[in-house]
């Protein structure tokens, strides 16, 4: 990754959300397939870019989320950007075996609304249960 200008400087052209959070859209560097959204504080941004690895808030837990502490499905950064309004950040990660969601799936995005009603369009590669066991 590119260095970087003065700490302070970049994290203070962050807007976050009156909760002090900002919305983070995982992207898989070689597809561009987005395969999750979730949200970071100045403490996760900071953490992701001084790592390398996605680190995320946990709103239902209220701390900070390694992804793949648990499961191994690390995202390794290999871009950060922000968007035209400075309160989106998208995530370019190679993502470490394949599957992003909780569900066992490539991507969180996993359902098509066709006709009125939602389908599921990807398979699941590996049961939570094996995951999460």
Same mark, same amino acid.
């Given at each position: 990754?590119?260095? &970087?200008?003065?700490?302070?400087?970049? @994290? /203070?052209?962050?807007?976050?959300? =009156?909760?002090?959070?900002?919305? $983070?859209?995982?992207?898989?560097? &070689?597809?561009?397939?987005?395969?999750? @959204? /979730?949200?970071?504080?100045?403490? =996760?941004?900071?953490?992701?870019? $001084?790592?390398?690895?996605?680190?995320?808030?946990?709103?239902?837990?209220?701390?900070?989320?390694?992804?793949?502490?648990?499961?191994?499905?690390?995202?390794?950064?290999?871009?950060?950007?922000?968007?035209?309004?400075?309160?989106?950040?998208?995530?370019?990660?190679?993502?470490?075996?394949?599957?992003?969601?909780?569900?066992g799936r490539?991507?969180?995005?996993?359902?098509?609304?066709?006709?009125?009603?939602?389908?599921?369009?990807?398979?699941?590669?590996?049961?939570?249960?094996?995951?999460?066991?």
């Amino acid at each position: 990754m590119p260095s &970087n200008p003065p700490l302070a400087a970049w @994290v /203070a052209e962050l807007r976050f959300d =009156a909760q002090g959070l900002i919305p $983070a859209i995982a992207q898989d560097h &070689n597809n561009n397939q987005i395969l999750m @959204v /979730a949200w970071m504080n100045a403490e =996760a941004v900071l953490a992701t870019v $001084a790592t390398g690895h996605a680190v995320y808030w946990s709103r239902s837990r209220q701390k900070l989320w390694h992804k793949g502490e648990e499961s191994g499905h690390q995202q390794i950064i290999k871009e950060v950007r922000l968007d035209c309004d400075s309160d989106v950040l998208i995530l370019r990660v190679e993502q470490v075996g394949g599957i992003a969601c909780h569900t066992g799936r490539a991507s969180c995005f996993f359902r098509v609304l066709v006709d009125g009603e939602w389908q599921t369009t990807e398979p699941v590669l590996k049961s939570p249960a094996e995951i999460y066991s």
